[in-house]
């Protein structure tokens, strides 16, 4: 089982830029596939940025070229670097890790708010 744990969140003015942290426990995290996801108010989850065990990257077509994901195996963490923000980015933001076989388990979310 894996417990995932948000922060970096807040309220930033267009064109500003958020790191965004998710930290692990458990076991194995290195083995975990791990993402980004988003989810607007009226609006279903949509992914923001993966990266796999082998550290292949995968981004929306959103954010490509603003936003970066990164994983530290030694700090059990991933993070969302984000950069030049926009109001369309305003939303809960949500960690995922999952591993066919090991279950797919989700964090808390929070809430990044882009706004002047």
């Known amino acids: 089982q894996v417990q995932l744990v948000e922060s970096g969140g807040g309220l930033v003015q267009p064109g500003g830029s958020l790191r965004l942290s998710c930290a692990a426990s458990?076991?194995?995290?290195?083995?975990?596939?791990l993402g980004w996801y988003r989810q607007a108010p009226g609006n279903q989850r949509e992914l923001v940025a993966t990266?796999?065990?082998?550290?292949?990257?995968n981004y929306a077509d959103s954010v490509k070229g603003r936003f970066t994901i990164s994983r530290d195996n030694a700090k059990d963490t991933v993070y969302l670097q984000m950069n030049s923000l926009k109001p369309e980015d305003t939303a809960v933001y949500y960690c995922?890790?999952?591993?066919?076989?090991?279950?797919?388990?989700w964090g808390q979310g929070t809430q990044v708010s882009v706004s002047s």
């Open positions: 990266i796999t065990s082998g550290s292949n990257i």
């Open positions: 458990g076991r194995a995290f290195s083995i975990y596939n």
């Open positions: 995922n890790a999952q591993r066919p076989s090991f279950g797919s388990y």
